[in-house]
């Protein structure tokens, strides 16, 4: 029987790259995302429109994939909401809004998948970001989100694991998605053209370049897979080109 995984977010830079590596892997993907990608290149064997900070809207998910399919062998929690205001800023709806996109959403999330990974002795990868480290201005809300979303991910995988599901966390720095573009665009890194500008961020990096989304789906696919990863739970797993390894005093 074909493996299948369910990857919020999917239409994101992340998540779509995650899709392709399932499914040139071998396995049914099932995609959820708030907005339809109109040139879907066909890595999705089933997709949801729907919006992850709605709990209601999570409870509709899990029923639709337990009326279609009998198995789910990972969750891939990527879907996450940015906003990019001062703290003094932020409204606390907005504050909120953070937290159910990005933290809420997947306490439901597992609390749904837990019996049917149970029975496949499958996994959970939760996206954070390297902000849950090192942070900068003007993305209070996010940060936090993605540093409560760590801490979540050691809970899960302790009391998971006695029944065999396993639970990592990848924490990927500047990637080339439209959320480091939106981000670039608060102007905190100059005026210049959007491709001079990541481009100017890539050589801060030791490896000189920001990542491919394709380099974060490879190591959410390792994680997942059973075959490759089964003695990893409770980790985090860094993918930023060695930013956090280099002194910000010598960039």
């Not at 779509?16 to 995302?33: C, E, K, L, P, Q």
Request: overall charge negative.
């Amino acid at each position: 029987m074909d493996k299948v995984v369910l990857i919020t977010g999917v239409f994101g830079g992340i998540g779509y790259a995650t899709a392709r590596v399932f499914s040139n892997a071998g396995w049914r993907v099932i995609g959820v995302d708030r907005q339809v990608k109109e040139d879907d290149e066909g890595f999705l064997d089933y997709f949801i429109q729907k919006d992850i900070s709605k709990a209601e809207n999570i409870d509709t998910i899990f029923a639709r994939i337990r009326e279609k399919y009998s198995v789910l062998n990972c969750l891939v929690n990527n879907a996450a909401l940015q906003v990019a205001k001062s703290i003094l800023d932020t409204t606390a709806d907005e504050w909120d809004l953070v937290f159910q996109s990005n933290v809420r959403s997947v306490f439901i999330a597992v609390k749904h998948a837990h019996d049917l990974l149970k029975k496949t002795k499958g996994s959970i990868v939760n996206v954070s970001s390297v902000h849950a480290y090192a942070t900068s201005k003007n993305i209070s809300a996010y940060a936090a989100s993605k540093g409560a979303l760590l801490a979540f991910t050691r809970s899960l995988a302790l009391e998971f694991c006695d029944d065999s599901i396993r639970v990592n966390c990848v924490i990927p720095g500047a990637v080339n998605t439209n959320m480091l573009t939106d981000g670039l665009s608060r102007g905190h890194f100059g005026e210049e053209s959007l491709e001079v500008m990541i481009d100017k961020l890539g050589m801060r990096h030791p490896v000189k370049r920001v990542g491919d989304p394709e380099d974060i789906g490879k190591l959410i696919f390792f994680l997942a897979d059973n075959d490759q990863s089964s003695f990893i739970t409770g980790q985090s797993f860094i993918a930023d080109g060695g930013a956090l390894a280099q002194l910000s005093t010598e960039v």
